[in-house]
């Protein structure tokens, strides 16, 4: 089976569906999420003449969904291929810091001990590395408002569950490998969860609908329980 | 104003359209219709725009009042449907009058069924679209499922009925072949692996809903597990690390790190879309190219069957 659509020095074309291509940057480096940024927007421009539906940019990579009755792979590579050619404007928000209070407790971090035995360290050091750095915005997705963090220590890096919880609470914070975020509602997933965070990450009638944006910082200062029923927190 | 009142609910229902496209980049789901098929026919059969809204129902059990002279169309799942007690036929529009109860029973075999209205329900669009997601609490009438006693403003509509001929009705099986293309992380896959994953049987499990159905089988052993998450698309077969298949359907999550082995061609979502726990799925691949022609054929096919007139 033919997945390579084509490949260019930096950036290699693979099919993801019918109707869908996904491109990957091939030397991933500190400007790759700035790189996928500045060819989304230069893809938007075109996205109507060229019949593509839907672009969900990561950190190292860009799905492009197209109307199947109106074009193909073939053709809307093609199109992309062109414009790889040209070179691409980075796309970088110098971006604001946010902080969110977390509440440790054992009873709302199924995983902590988990990733305090595979670091050989107390619960209260994983916490603490936890909230040392700054950690940089390098995605928005999977839900709305989770944004993808990083990235943490290595030594409190833990890859994601074997089978994904069909449950994980509204505003847990996870670890999958060096990567951390707050899960913005209750949804399925398969990160290590070592907190709650009762600040609502996603609010579709408010402005903003989310506190950060792709380029921002965010930070994490520990709450007590108390506390963290008090803004909001739900056990 | 014309209204279409929930007496009861039912198993779970929905107001829906073709989705949310235009909000991926900050994690927006597409939603929509799990049965495209089903929700073409509705919106064909009532004369509606391609894009109309309608209500998506599980399973059925829901009760209907209509206040004021509407059109509806009832396709999808097999169930029974009853005016003031009358039967009706699916697949087929049908005149209601103001104070008119509209029953639907329990399906056996499928699991969504989509009620259409000619002029479809007005409802305020949500970034874009009326999808219900309601694990994002978007869209719908305040982003959850529609409850007991709500009233749906809907078009004062009289128009010729007409129907699906009986033949050309889609029927719903409980053992499903999914024809999948190869993309993504297919590579990264083992002969052995890909020939574990095609060669047998799986079975649907019940944690699975619009957002994805997980299949249960030999599980496929050391999958690769150092992805960088990244868009995940319509019908898209995660493997996670235990080696059971997740496809991937409306509600999907947008970015996501588990490997993928390929994409479940569109048609075939919609069969997956109407099975139970415990149905039976086999996969088998087909090139981009093929699954292109196949979907455009459908369409095609679709569109150049002929209703027939329904006298009432």
Same mark, same amino acid.
């Given at each position: 089976?033919?997945?390579?659509?084509?490949?260019?020095?930096?950036?290699?074309?693979?099919?993801?569906?019918?109707?869908?291509?996904?491109?990957?940057?091939?030397?991933?480096?500190?400007?790759?999420?700035?790189?996928?940024?500045?060819?989304?927007?230069?893809?938007?421009?075109?996205?109507?003449?060229?019949?593509?539906?839907?672009?969900?940019?990561? =950190?190292?990579?860009?799905? *492009?969904? @197209?109307?199947?009755?109106?074009?193909?792979?073939?053709? /809307?590579?093609? !199109? $992309?291929?062109?414009?790889?050619?040209?070179?691409?404007?980075?796309?970088?928000?110098?971006?604001?810091?946010?902080?969110?209070?977390?509440?440790?407790?054992?009873?709302?971090?199924?995983?902590?001990?988990?990733?305090?035995?595979?670091?050989?360290?107390?619960?209260?050091?994983?916490?603490?590395?936890?909230?040392?750095?700054? =950690?940089?915005?390098?995605? *928005?997705? @999977?839900?709305?408002?989770?944004?993808?963090?990083?990235? /943490?220590?290595? !030594? $409190?890096?833990?890859?994601?569950?074997?089978?994904?919880?069909?449950?994980?609470?509204?505003?847990?914070?996870?670890?999958?490998?060096?990567?951390?975020?707050?899960?913005?509602?209750?949804?399925?997933?398969?990160?290590?969860?070592?907190?709650?965070?009762?600040?609502?990450?996603?609010?579709?009638?408010?402005?903003?609908?989310?506190?950060?944006?792709?380029?921002?910082?965010?930070?994490?200062?520990?709450?007590?329980?108390?506390?963290?029923?008090?803004?909001?927190?739900?056990? | 104003?014309?209204?279409?009142?929930?007496?009861?609910?039912?198993?779970?229902?929905?107001?829906?359209?073709?989705?949310?496209?235009?909000?991926?980049?900050?994690?927006?789901?597409?939603?929509?219709?799990?049965?495209?098929?089903?929700?073409?026919?509705?919106?064909?059969?009532?004369?509606?725009?391609?894009?109309?809204?309608?209500?998506?129902?599980?399973?059925?059990?829901?009760?209907?009042?209509?206040?004021?002279?509407?059109?509806?169309?009832?396709?999808?799942?097999?169930?029974?449907?009853?005016?003031?007690?009358?039967?009706?036929?699916?697949?087929?529009?049908?005149?209601?009058?103001?104070?008119?109860?509209?029953?639907?029973?329990?399906?056996?075999?499928?699991?969504?069924?989509?009620?259409?209205?000619?002029?479809?329900?007005?409802?305020?669009?949500?970034?874009?679209?009326?999808?219900?997601?309601?694990?994002?609490?978007?869209?719908?009438?305040?982003?959850?499922?529609?409850?007991?006693?709500?009233?749906?403003?809907?078009?004062?509509?009289?128009?010729?009925?007409?129907?699906?001929?009986?033949?050309?009705?889609?029927?719903?099986?409980?053992?499903?072949?999914?024809?999948?293309?190869?993309?993504?992380?297919?590579?990264?896959?083992?002969?052995?692996?890909?020939?574990?994953?095609?060669?047998?049987?799986?079975?649907?499990?019940?944690?699975?809903?619009?957002?994805?159905?997980?299949?249960?089988?030999?599980?496929?052993?050391?999958?690769?597990?150092?992805?960088?998450?990244?868009?995940?698309?319509?019908?898209?077969?995660?493997?996670?690390?235990?080696?059971?298949?997740?496809?991937?359907?409306?509600?999907?999550?947008?970015?996501?790190?588990?490997?993928?082995?390929?994409?479940?061609?569109?048609?075939?979502?919609?069969?997956?879309?109407?099975?139970?726990?415990?149905?039976?799925?086999?996969?088998?691949?087909?090139?981009?190219?093929?699954?292109?022609?196949?979907?455009?054929?459908?369409?095609?096919?679709?569109?150049?069957?002929?209703?027939?007139?329904?006298?009432?």
């Amino acid at each position: 089976m033919q997945i390579q659509l084509a490949e260019t020095a930096h950036w290699q074309i693979m099919v993801a569906s019918e109707n869908a291509i996904i491109l990957y940057i091939k030397n991933t480096d500190s400007q790759s999420i700035s790189q996928v940024a500045g060819l989304t927007h230069r893809i938007k421009l075109y996205q109507q003449q060229w019949h593509l539906v839907r672009l969900l940019p990561s =950190y190292q990579s860009l799905l *492009i969904e @197209f109307d199947i009755l109106q074009t193909d792979h073939h053709k /809307v590579t093609e !199109q $992309i291929s062109q414009l790889l050619n040209e070179p691409i404007d980075s796309d970088s928000n110098s971006g604001k810091n946010i902080e969110l209070p977390i509440y440790y407790g054992l009873e709302v971090a199924p995983d902590l001990s988990r990733i305090a035995e595979h670091a050989q360290m107390t619960t209260d050091d994983v916490i603490k590395m936890h909230q040392q750095q700054k =950690y940089h915005v390098y995605a *928005i997705g @999977f839900a709305p408002g989770f944004a993808y963090l990083g990235y /943490v220590d290595n !030594q $409190i890096a833990m890859p994601r569950h074997e089978t994904p919880r069909a449950n994980v609470a509204q505003g847990s914070l996870g670890i999958a490998d060096r990567q951390t975020a707050v899960y913005p509602m209750a949804s399925p997933g398969g990160w290590n969860i070592i907190g709650r965070c009762p600040t609502k990450l996603f609010q579709p009638n408010h402005q903003p609908i989310m506190p950060f944006a792709v380029g921002d910082t965010v930070s994490f200062y520990a709450v007590e329980r108390d506390e963290f029923l008090r803004l909001g927190g739900q056990l | 104003m014309t209204k279409l009142i929930i007496q009861k609910s039912g198993f779970g229902c929905t107001l829906q359209d073709l989705g949310r496209f235009d909000y991926g980049g900050i994690g927006l789901t597409t939603g929509g219709v799990a049965d495209k098929v089903a929700y073409y026919w509705a919106n064909r059969i009532l004369g509606n725009q391609t894009n109309a809204s309608l209500i998506e129902v599980t399973i059925g059990g829901m009760v209907m009042v209509a206040k004021g002279n509407l059109t509806l169309c009832i396709t999808g799942a097999d169930v029974a449907v009853t005016v003031n007690d009358k039967p009706v036929r699916m697949w087929s529009s049908f005149h209601v009058r103001s104070d008119d109860v509209i029953r639907l029973g329990h399906s056996q075999t499928g699991m969504r069924i989509y009620v259409g209205i000619a002029g479809g329900i007005i409802c305020d669009k949500q970034f874009g679209s009326v999808s219900t997601v309601v694990r994002e609490g978007v869209g719908g009438l305040n982003g959850c499922q529609l409850q007991q006693g709500e009233q749906l403003t809907v078009a004062e509509q009289h128009i010729e009925l007409q129907g699906l001929p009986f033949k050309k009705v889609p029927r719903y099986s409980q053992s499903v072949i999914l024809r999948y293309v190869p993309s993504y992380q297919y590579q990264q896959f083992s002969h052995q692996q890909i020939s574990t994953f095609e060669q047998q049987v799986y079975q649907v499990t019940e944690q699975s809903d619009r957002m994805g159905y997980r299949l249960l089988g030999n599980a496929m052993n050391d999958i690769p597990n150092d992805l960088v998450s990244e868009g995940i698309c319509l019908g898209a077969i995660q493997i996670p690390p235990d080696g059971q298949p997740i496809v991937l359907l409306n509600d999907r999550q947008t970015l996501g790190g588990y490997p993928k082995l390929g994409a479940v061609l569109s048609l075939d979502i919609y069969k997956l879309a109407q099975c139970r726990a415990k149905a039976k799925i086999k996969f088998e691949p087909l090139s981009q190219q093929e699954a292109l022609l196949r979907v455009r054929e459908f369409w095609l096919q679709q569109q150049n069957t002929m209703l027939m007139k329904v006298v009432s």
